[in-house]
């Protein structure tokens, strides 16, 4: 039993209880025979065994209850939970033939070979299922076999560990087994190497690319062949016709393997394998060489970078990676470690953390809105991407007005004054990174800037039971005026406020000379009479206020520093002295270049000011936008309401409403037989006399309907290939009567609405999609119900049979009740209390922490197809109208308004996994992110650093999904679909990513002053989730660091979904490179240009040249137009598949962005190239189609 609070237990109990509820429910619907089986198809799973049984029985159905689960758990209490060995224990009697008997010993070590890397990926992901195609026994060159195992391109969502482990596994049981080992040739050794140069070039950048001396090392001490299925089309250009290798095609899953695995992996798999001395893997010590190998291959480049690093004093260097991939419509917001980028500060807020990154609301809407709460950056430190959130409470903006005015925009209310003025972004703001992003990423801490909770901190550190000390730690982040700061300061001997502290490490001596010849100017000052202080205007001394992000205005000939900011600039400079000491200090060294190598201007101020001065800078990160914020229900090609075909008499809609005016569907149905009244059908209830059918077959040579899986069968013996060809199918291509079909159907659902859907007579009075064939090996369908009840409530089927909502993941460990639109009544009837205080709950603004399985949906009113609240209320109208009218049960939600959709149970499922979580709606919010506890997301094996998870109705999964429906085809047939549900949430066998997230109130002092000497994080000790697995907290009493008013404040939509077109979204891109100081324009431009706008045209210009042809009638596919001129088939117009339009449409926006920037010279010729090659394909027409509004320009 997970360790919980008695609280917690509760909970726990109470989902699982209400889960169980609807699973009878769906049981007795199930009975009624409606469905490809009569019993629900998800496994439920409370522990990782059940979780692993229920995902193997998926490929080995007999597999289910034989005792696998329980073994498990025994290994997982004789080791350790997560354990390598309790990997290689299961494996191994699997392949002993333990569990259930199969016929051979590949199938043997298949089936250890699936458990065993089942386990190393928790039960969670699909790769054990689709990720490894099989085992095979091959011949060596002296005849005796050995093993090679077929990976195939799924395998990656097992993870890089997971995958390398697996290959050290099906060597374990091949030692086990008596196979030898695997004695590669030179031939097969170079189609290696060379196969991983055509992926990682042609195919997909590989994360590592190893050497041609590390492949030839690893290959030749391989024990097994890693191979793989083809995953491309594209061939090898040499060693095609390798003896041992089945094809030339490159094969994905081998290169994954091998490259991220074996070579990626290896010092992580040799530091693992080394631990275990109870386990004989004495044939993998080639490892150690290995890393040695790897050691002195990359010696050299280690050895510049730390030359270089000594001779700059650069600890941590900017870094350009995240510009690789740079899009069209896309902004950069910052170039790398610029001065006027993102200024990283840390903490972290109740919605951030593993990924998730706090901004100003502000920043959103100075930056175009193209930041949204949700949208993903590509950022350079100190992972890869993040996700935005909201935090009111850090610094924003940092612009300039087109009078030339300087402001803080840190609020809203002064966003709403200047946002028309707004010329120049001088700085971009906050981002509030939280310490477990540099822990999980293994990242040196970087020098934290001076910030309004270190100020606290300090003052606590000088008057630990000050009433002042209480009251600014408590919560630093309130506003403070100038006096109090420097009395403070000057009392307690610490810094200065860093609201009253700029950028002074931004300047060099020879700057702030500039700023004291004008503040000593003889200019009067007026400062005593009008708290402002006035300087002359020079370009070198605006430059300077702008450097240190002085806030001024500007007038007529002088620049004027107002109020507290005046007097602060005053006193920093030693003005008290009347400016003597700075003065010296500033003509001490003669020699100007020796002042500027060694000085800052931070550190003079130091020596002038009555108070210490601490860099207020920090450092920066760059950034760009990569995917925008997601929120929508899912739908397939055509958005069919149900998996029914209705082939091409549904027409281009393919709409059952076009089949129904034609009488009849041409399409391939399964074959049913009825025992009650031997009859033939096609559907799983009898229309005849209401009895359950049976599967049937037909024979494939004579056309007979049988029961036999093999027909005409010859008297003589034959091999297995051979037989193959005598297997009976289990469809035919048949027409059938949609007349009594849907009337049939239509006569079932009037029960619940005449009006719709007609009295007495039938009717489609809305249109109804299918699908134009089921691409399942059975060819089993949905019930014509289904459909006509989804189109009806306006929602959509998915590939599984139920209804998916994807967002945007966002982590969220406290809420407030108005944020997302409950009543504080219904919060308590779903147990939430009291607030973190322990104060009962009774008002709206009331923060509560949120439950480790409850979720937020999104309900974004700027976009009404984001509203999953609507979508929800739809499924469960859906749902009540099937139990009544197709099941013949009463409704199981009659939800009327929306507060009681607060409760309602779901699945939580990413993308490439198999396994989902069971959860609980608990509210909306007005974003377009799925908020959710870190300990959910990590238990779908995703963070927030702009990852989609999808979400379904519990009971639409128990009742609608069906592995039948699944599509025959690897990588889709058991990947994105609920095969076992986890009843509860047990964080020891969740992605281990949210282990690093801290979870304190308040870094201690000593964090900041760690991070100035660039510790690593291993070094800093903070109490972080990891602390606290298998205790009670594990669950509650998270802490966070910064508050949030309200996490809908900020921008909802990004301007990239609201601007129409690709012309719109480059114009705003480049309007915002010209207004950020942080983004030189011409290289956004050249980015723009080579790494979208060229590729895009090039590649599909070679597809249009390579392109195919179809029938508008028809939908007939032909690799070249017939002679005939028509479609062979019906006669029909034929029409290109890819059009000009499509390989044109951003020529336009590629000449202009060349002409107007300053980009090389070897870009533009290049351009020149491509267009006259366009010019050489595509005839130019004189005369050219304008718009109207062209012409008032």
Partial sequence: MVVASPVMQEYFATLEKQALVEYELARAARKKGRDPKPHVEVTLARNIGERIEGLIS?????????????????LEHKYDQGDWRVAFAIAKQCAHGVFITLKSREEYMDLGTRVGLAYLTQGTVSAPLEGIVGIKAKKR???KEYLAVYYAGPIRAAGGTPMTVSVVLVDYLRELLGYAEYDPTDDEIKRYYHELEMYNDRVSRLQYFPSQEEVQFLVKNMPIEINGSPTSKREVLIYKDVERVETAQIRGGMCLALAEGVAGRAKKLWGGLARFTDFDFSRWDFLKEFLDLQKKQYAHAENDTNETQEDTGIKVKPSFKYLRDAVAGRPVFSFPSHPAGFRIRYGRTRVSGVEAYGFNPTTGFVLNKFLAIGTQLSIERPGKGCTVTTCEVIRGPVVKLTAGDVVRVDTMEVYEKHKYDIAEVLFLGDVLVNFGAFREHKHVLVPSPFVEEWWALELESKAPDSALAERFVKSPFQEIGYDEAKAISRKFDIPLHPSFTFHWNLLSADDLRILVNAVCAPT?????????????ASNELKRVLETALIPHRVSPGVLIVEHDNARALLDTLGGEDGFDAITTALARDNDASILRAKKSALTILNTVAPFALRDTAGFTLGARMGRPEKAKMRKMTASPHMLFPVGEQGGRFRSLNSAFEQGFILSDFPLRYCDACSSMTFLNVCEKCGAITKHWNTCRRCKTSTSDTFHCLPHKALSPEEKESYRTSPFERRAIDTTALVNSALEKLRVLDTNTLGNGFSTLNFLVKGVKGVTNETKTMEIIEKGILRAKNNVFVNKDGTMRLDMTQLPVTHFKPIEIGTSVARLTELGYTHDISGKPLSHAQQILEIRPQDIILPACQELPETDTRRDVLNITRFLDGLLKAVYGLDAHYAITRTDDLAGVLCIALAPHTSAGTLCRIIGFSKTQGGLAHPLLHAATRRDCDGDEVGFMLLLDAFINFSHDYLPNQRGTKNMDCPLVLALSLDPSVIDDEVFNMDVVWQYPLSFYEDTLVFKE?????????????????????????????????????SAYKTLPTMDDKVEKQMDLAFKVRSIDVAQVATLVIEKHLLRDIKGNLRKFSSQGFRCIACNEKFRRVPLRGNCTRCSGKIVLTIHEGSVLKYVNQCLDLSSHYKVNTYLKQSIDVLRQRLESVFAQDPEKQEKLSNFFT
């Fill in 58 to 74: 998926a490929l080995y159905p007999t597999i289910a209850n034989t005792g696998l689960a329980n073994a498990i758990l025994e």
């Fill in 141 to 143: 060159k002296d005849g």
């Fill in 1017 to 1053: 994080p291993s070094e800093v000790s903070l109490r972080v989730v990891e602390n606290l697995l298998e205790t009670p907290e594990q669950f509650e009493g998270y802490g966070y660091t910064h508050p949030v008013d309200n996490f809908n404040n900020g921008i909802r939509v």
């Fill in 524 to 536: 009067p000052l007026q400062l005593a009479r009008t708290d402002n202080l006035t300087l002359k």
